[in-house]
């Protein structure tokens, strides 16, 4: 007689409690129990400030002494003395546009991140650290490109009232006044730019290039005058300035020419007031101010997500995994 006797293998699966884990501990479950470990947070509701640093990183434009007051301050001297399509009465302007932007932008993005440092991150199961780290990029990356689309929006819709204000710039670089010499009648037509091809009344964008008068002293006693590379004047300043680019600040044959065609006392030295080109840019020199306000002034974005500190903040009391066995029965 034979006997047989079957063994039945039996899948028992236990559930094993750890208390107060460290990060250490976590980061094994994580690794070997990914598929059952849970560890619920004590604090649900973490601030993203807790465990997120970011930090705009601004075009050198906006450390520049091109936008100090002291600079506008001395190119204003010559405000009033010539004509107002000249550098040497709108460089001051300029540099005071330019300054505002990088004001407004600097505002605009502190007040974003005030916002979003506040705003709490539910954690009521602690994730592993590599879902953590792809969220949170995600959060960020998503953060950034609605910040700096909420900005650049703003001014398209400061350009839009401008553009449909029926009201004279304050440089009559729109219209131009014409008197009848019989009646005396003043009347005003819309300004014309880009070889009269262009008028302020249908294009509130029109523009020509910039130019500075040469106001040494010459022998012939002549006129005469230079282009500012990437510079330009328009119906309305703040949209010539969003089409002018700052390469003459690139270069210091121009800029050095520019203060000796305005000969005006400047403290300033020609290095005070050049950008460096050798520094790492997104932009190119020839990139233009709309381009630079496209992203909000931004080069970067600096920023340092901490594991650790989230775990800290989250306060881990318990976590669990499971364990299978096998279990023999006859």
């Known amino acids: 007689t034979t006997i047989f006797i079957y ?13 107060y884990p460290s990060l250490v501990d976590l980061q094994y479950l994580s690794h070997n129990y990914s ?20 930090e705009p990183q601004y075009h050198q434009l906006c450390s520049s002494k091109l936008i ?40 605009s ?24 780290i792809d969220q949170i990029h995600t959060i960020i990356e998503n953060f950034q490109l609605s910040s700096i689309l909420n900005f650049y929006q703003s001014f398209d819709l400061i350009k839009f009232s401008t553009q449909m204000n029926l009201f004279l710039s304050d440089l009559f670089s729109n219209t131009m006044f014409s008197v009848d010499n019989e ?15 262009c008028s302020c009344d249908i294009t509130p964008s029109c523009i020509d290039p910039l130019t500075v008068q040469d106001h040494r002293i010459n022998e012939n006693n002549s006129l005469s005058y230079m282009i500012i ?14 089409q002018s680019s700052l390469e003459c600040f690139y270069q210091s044959s121009c800029s050095l020419s520019s203060k000796e065609y305005l000969q005006l006392p400047l403290t300033f030295n020609n290095s005070d007031i050049l950008l460096n080109s050798s520094i790492s840019s997104r932009f190119n020199i020839s990139s233009t101010i709309d381009q630079l306000l496209i992203k909000a002034m931004t080069e970067d974005w600096h920023q340092n997500v901490s594991f650790a500190k989230y775990f800290q903040q989250c306060q881990v009391s318990l976590c669990t995994y499971s364990v299978v066995h096998l279990q023999g029965q006859s």
């Open 229 to 242: 590379p990437g510079l330009y004047k328009g119906c309305f300043l703040v949209e010539a300035v969003r």
């Open 109 to 132: 993005l502190t007040d974003a991140l005030q916002t979003f440092e506040k705003t709490r991150f539910p954690a009521r199961q602690i994730l592993q650290e590599n879902i953590f």
């Open 7 to 19: 063994t039945a293998q039996v899948k028992i699966n236990e559930i094993i409690e750890v208390k």
């Open 68 to 107: 100090q007051q002291e600079w506008i301050n001395e190119i204003s001297l010559s405000s009033g003395k010539y004509l107002s399509d000249d550098f040497s009465y709108t460089g001051s302007l300029i540099f005071l546009t330019l300054a505002s932007f990088c004001r407004s932008a600097t505002s």
């Open 183 to 197: 009646t005396f009648f003043v009347s005003s037509v819309p300004q014309l730019y880009e070889n009269n091809t």
């Open 35 to 54: 598929e059952t470990f849970q560890c619920s947070c004590d604090n649900p509701n973490i601030l993203h400030e807790s465990f997120i640093i970011i």
